[in-house]
């Protein structure tokens, strides 16, 4: 079944399947999808509520659908015989549970699935028709026509939400994925928050359920006027959202088109650290921070990587970042963590610690005091890490671009704890073979500090 985490901030199985659980901006993400006053579940939804939950947990533990609703049912009973005080908000929910005709489920599922995708269709039409008018796009000055436009904006989100992911892809190729362009269109066009905010629902819900659609909308223009309006954004609470949907678009990695390299230059990056610095005790700050981390995972080699450039370029920007990534990676929490899919770096912050570290240019940013509380952390890890593990691999590349380039010389802190690690590493013939390897590596390279 769905992780408790998710259950409890009510996130639909569509998008808990993708997204990481301990991932740090989860409460942001479960907020951006979901719609943020809740309210009672009318009686005449309920049944419809039962459907989806069986629904659920069948996606979840591939069950039929009898089964699943057994296991619904003995969940249910089990809450309310030890949580008595439930009674009066599940019992109705318990007595349709009870009632549901488990016979008639597919049938149900499949005539709602279809309903979905023609009422999504048609509403995606309307956007698209608006957009396609050849008038200029823009929100209603009335207040009724705009009411009607945050509702339809609306209806688009939550059935985005409650369809599967292939019938919402088969409606977006029914028109050549125009319908996809015309919400990129609007939502280029309009600046009211209202509208924005509803649109980034949107996207943010499309990256989570599907990486064909987060590809689909990293190669359209959306990163470049997301990232363009977070450098200019004054409202704090929009620019915490149009960061969290950066965030989610670049956290796996995924390479952008050529065309977009242009925006997300060194010019970028030094923007991005100006708001870290200026929001540098709150989740701005952080939402600004996995931006960086996030977009280095696109550089493989340190000498042509733009956001190693940009931070050697405005070093007075640097503190409150690496700061920040002090801390977390010493809570072991990877800001840039969105997806349960293997990515090409475990930790992407020690993927930017380990590029700084790699140039003598860069490693000199860090103070002496920065670098020892790294070797504190490098050496918990290592030790703690099981042999094998791609982490601590990194952990041990980390280590290596310290000692090479990192003044290790001048302070040679906690040297002949380093030296026993990795001599027992190296010694111990249980270790993984790639393991041995580095902790060898390591030490023939620097017989000064660890003779043999």
Not at 276 to 285: A, P, Y
Request: glycine residues 2%; charged residues 25%; aromatic residues 6%.
């Amino acid at each position: 079944m769905a992780d408790l985490r998710c259950t409890l901030l009510c996130l639909p199985a569509s998008v808990a399947a993708r997204l990481n659980l301990e991932c740090y901006f989860i409460n942001e993400i479960s907020e951006t999808v979901l719609p943020k006053n809740v309210v009672p579940i009318p009686r005449n939804s309920i049944p419809l509520m039962v459907e989806d939950l069986i629904h659920d947990a069948q996606l979840e533990t591939e069950l039929d659908a009898e089964k699943a609703h057994h296991l619904l049912s003995l969940s249910i009973t089990s809450l309310l015989h030890r949580i008595p005080a439930l009674k009066s908000s599940l019992g109705e929910v318990f007595s349709s549970v009870m009632a549901y005709d488990v016979s008639q489920h597919s049938h149900a599922v499949a005539q709602r699935t279809a309903e979905n995708r023609k009422h999504l269709e048609q509403s995606l039409e309307v956007v698209d028709n608006e957009v396609s008018s050849g008038q200029n796009i823009g929100w209603p000055t009335s207040l009724e026509d705009a009411a009607a436009w945050i509702e339809l904006l609306s209806d688009i989100h939550n059935l985005m939400l409650s369809s599967e992911s292939h019938s919402i892809r088969e409606v977006l190729l029914s028109n050549n994925n125009h319908y996809l362009r015309s919400l990129i269109s609007y939502f280029l066009s309009v600046t009211e928050r209202q509208p924005q905010e509803m649109l980034l629902k949107i996207f943010t819900t499309l990256a989570l359920r599907d990486s064909d659609f987060l590809k689909d909308l990293l190669e359209s223009m959306l990163p470049l006027e997301i990232g363009q309006r977070l450098l200019q954004e004054q409202d704090k609470e929009l620019k915490n959202e149009l960061a969290l949907v950066l965030v989610v678009l670049l956290s796996q990695g995924e390479r952008l088109p050529a065309s977009h390299n242009a925006f997300f230059d060194q010019a970028f990056i030094v923007g991005v650290l100006r708001i870290i610095e200026q929001f540098k005790d709150d989740l701005t700050g952080d939402l600004c921070a996995a931006i960086v981390v996030a977009l280095n995972l696109l550089f493989d080699y340190p000498n042509e990587n733009t956001v190693t450039s940009a931070i050697c370029q405005e070093a007075s920007l640097t503190n409150d970042l690496f700061l920040k990534m002090f801390h977390f990676l010493n809570k072991d929490v990877d800001l840039t963590r969105v997806y349960q899919e293997k990515r090409s770096t475990p930790n992407a912050m020690l993927k930017l610690l380990i590029d700084l570290y790699s140039r003598e240019e860069t490693a000199n940013l860090f103070y002496v005091n920065d670098t020892q509380l790294l070797l504190d952390v490098v050496i918990r890890q290592i030790l703690n890490i099981k042999s094998g593990e791609e982490l601590r691999w990194e952990y041990l590349s980390l280590l290596q671009m310290i000692l090479r380039n990192g003044s290790y010389d001048e302070h040679r802190y906690k040297c002949a704890e380093i030296g026993h690690t990795l001599t027992a590493m190296k010694d111990n013939g249980e270790e993984n073979e790639a393991d041995i390897a580095m902790a060898t590596e390591i030490l023939r390279e620097f017989p000064a500090l660890f003779p043999s």
